[in-house]
């Protein structure tokens, strides 16, 4: 099946840098990808949809000047954490879409100290 | 918020008997629903869906039940392996496909006991 793969996988971080994630499909040309977050023992939340070639998409409360996303071909999404603090360390997850069905990436940790 | 509900934080099977994990939603715009298997530090696995035109989909051990009127929805695995413990989570959409935005339940830790 698919792949979608995540780079890097986990990352610390002092308070106040910036942080950039990767998102790639291995295999397939994705369309739009869109980015997750997950904090200990809750739920997957959606912070924002990318479509290749346009400004992303991003969900309420969710502020687009500190998590900059990028979709700048079919395969590939990167979102930065810019000024990182310990309240954005979490667990962050792409998937990407074809128009037919999404896959999951595996997750980048984020400990931001 | 919370459009899609697990109730149930975790849930403990004997193996060889049956899972049912649960989730319930408020958005009546769902018609698409999934659900993933996640291991700790991995990105979710798709395990199954169903659209809102159905009631029932079976494929091998799983099987997602689907009552609209209600709004709710239930995995069943039978039977039960060691295998399938792991955190389950159930997802809507609300354009009637699995590729676009999805809305997840807050998960439930399945354990199945040898």
């Known amino acids: 099946g698919a792949v979608v793969s995540q780079h890097p996988s986990w990352v610390i971080c002092k308070s106040g840098t910036s942080v950039k994630i990767e998102c790639r499909s291995l295999?397939?040309?994705?369309?739009?990808m869109f980015w997750y977050r997950q904090f200990p023992k809750q739920s997957l939340m959606l912070m924002a949809t990318s479509n290749e070639g346009s400004k992303a998409t991003y969900e309420q409360g969710v502020e687009k000047d500190k998590f900059l996303i990028n979709h700048a071909s079919l395969t590939l999404s990167t979102l930065t954490v810019t000024s990182a603090h310990p309240e954005d360390s979490s667990f962050y997850i792409c998937?990407?879409?074809?128009?037919?069905?999404?896959?999951f990436g595996p997750g980048t940790r984020l400990l931001v100290l | 918020d919370q459009q899609v509900k697990q109730n149930s934080p975790s849930l403990s099977v004997q193996e060889g008997r049956i899972s049912i994990l649960n989730c319930d939603y408020t958005?009546?715009?769902?018609?698409?629903f999934l659900w993933y298997k996640k291991y700790p530090a991995e990105g979710p696995t798709f395990l199954i869906s169903i659209s809102s035109i159905k009631d029932k989909n079976e494929d091998g051990r799983f099987t997602v039940f689907l009552n609209k009127s209600a709004k709710h929805l239930s995995l069943h695995i039978v039977p039960s392996q060691p295998g399938d413990s792991a955190v389950y989570f159930c997802?809507?959409?609300?354009?009637?496909?699995?590729?676009?935005?999805?809305?997840f339940g807050q998960g439930t830790i399945l354990t199945v006991h040898p």
């Open positions: 997802a809507a959409n609300a354009g009637g496909t699995s590729y676009g935005k999805l809305t």
């Open positions: 958005n009546s715009m769902f018609d698409y």
């Open positions: 998937s990407a879409s074809n128009q037919e069905t999404q896959y």
């Open positions: 295999d397939f040309q994705a369309t739009t």
